[in-house]
Structure formats: C-alpha cells, structure tokens
C-alpha cells in the first residue's frame, strides 16, 4: 500500500486549497478513504472520510460546509477540497486507509496565513 499526498502550501485566510492523494498496491474503489490532520502539539484529528464508491462522506464539524472530501476511483485518487481557509487549519493533511492494518501518507503540509 502506498499513499502519496500533493497540493498542500501557504494560502491567505479564505483562500482555497485543493490536496490530492495518489494511492497504489490495492484495490482503491473497494476501500473507504480519510483525511486527517495534526497541528503542532496537538493530536491527529479525523477531519473527512468516504465510502469505496463515495456515496457516503461524513466530516469533522470544524470543517463541515467549507471541505469536501471526493474520489476518482478510476484514477486511485482520493481529493479534499478546502474552501474558506481559516488559520486554525494549519496542519499537515494525512491520507489514510485501512488494509489490514492502517495505512498513512506522508502528509502534506498546509499552512493559512496572511
């Protein structure tokens, strides 16, 4: 299992960002798909997740309304769409899976600053 995350970097407040995750080594549209983020001193936090076939989505309340979660399974690539960024989204930005055991990204670094 691979997770490579993408198109995290510096935005001002209420700026967009879109992160993408490239995932190989299994079979991508039978597995659900989550983002999670950790900010310094603070602990790793679910922020999206969506079914195999993305028929069901779910978010962190802090980020309902402005993120939305989607994938292309026929590209093995899992999206997190961020709409009015705001500071305290600061964090790195997690891909994760569950295939036999949990499996994370890299991360990718997002950081909201004027």
């Known amino acids: 299992v691979q997770l490579v995350e993408s198109g995290g970097g510096l935005v001002q407040p209420g700026g967009s960002l879109r992160l993408s995750c490239a995932a190989s080594?299994?079979?991508?549209?039978?597995?659900?798909m989550s983002w999670y983020r950790q900010a310094p001193g603070k602990e790793r936090e679910l922020v999206a997740s969506?079914?195999?076939?993305?028929?069901?989505?779910n978010y962190a309340d802090s980020v309902k309304g402005r993120f939305t979660v989607s994938r292309g399974n026929a590209k093995n690539t899992v999206y997190l769409q961020m709409n009015s960024l705001k500071p305290e989204d600061t964090a790195v930005y997690y891909c994760?899976?569950?295939?036999?055991?949990?499996?994370w990204g890299q991360g990718t670094q997002v950081t909201v600053s004027s």
């Open positions: 994760t899976t569950y295939v036999g055991r949990r499996h």
């Open positions: 080594g299994f079979t991508f549209s039978t597995y659900r």
């Open positions: 969506i079914s195999s076939t993305g028929a069901n989505t």
